[in-house]
């Protein structure tokens, strides 16, 4: 049976005193005693003082500065128009799942970051009927599917459908995963 997103969320709470040194009320205090008020400065403060990676530091700060209001991120990003994509959004999660135990799934406000040592992969819902899958695969020549995107992803493939998520970009993604190790 595949993971729930809440599930994948348990397992990366009960995972962060094994991968970070400390527990997450730990984390919390010493937050709390800090000067950092934003997500952004909290992620930049937990990687570059404690070494935290940037999937467990999101996760620590979206921890801190809960409200008690409940926002799934991606349940966000998938809703109104683009509702009919997130059959597709799953897929995509699933397989980079299946790619190794070290896959960290950190959702953003309009995108999810797939990452392991670094992002390896990018899934942004660009329109109400395409994910753009963008892939850190910086070297790659641009060709068919494959063109080239941004900073973050050198590349990305343009996804309407399941039948668009093929062995091809499979084999990218697959790529990109290995090239983040």
């Not at 962060?16 to 997450?24: C, D, E, F, Q, W």
């Not at 500065?65 to 059959?87: C, F, H, M, N, W």
């Not at 309407?160 to 090239?179: I, L, N, P, T």
Request: charged letters at 25%; one cysteine or more.
């Amino acid at each position: 049976m595949a993971a729930t997103q809440n599930d994948q969320l348990a397992t990366m709470i009960a995972n962060i005193p094994t991968k970070t040194g400390k527990s997450l009320p730990n984390w919390l205090t010493l937050i709390a005693q800090s000067p950092h008020e934003k997500h952004g400065q909290i992620v930049k403060f937990l990687k570059s003082e404690h070494g935290v990676t940037h999937g467990f530091a999101n996760l620590i700060a979206s921890k801190a500065l809960d409200t008690g209001e409940s926002i799934d991120l991606v349940a966000t990003q998938y809703s109104g128009t683009k509702a009919g994509l997130r059959a597709l959004h799953d897929e995509i999660v699933k397989y980079a799942l299946s790619l190794g135990k070290d896959v960290e799934i950190a959702p953003k406000k309009s995108s999810v970051s797939l990452r392991r040592k670094k992002q390896f992969a990018l899934i942004t819902p660009a329109t109400k009927t395409r994910i753009d899958l963008g892939l850190a695969l910086k070297g790659e020549e641009a060709e068919g599917r494959l063109e080239t995107y941004n900073a973050m992803c050198s590349h990305r493939v343009r996804l309407e459908s399941s039948a668009d998520f093929d062995g091809g970009v499979k084999a990218w993604m697959k790529a990109a995963y290995d090239r983040a190790g």
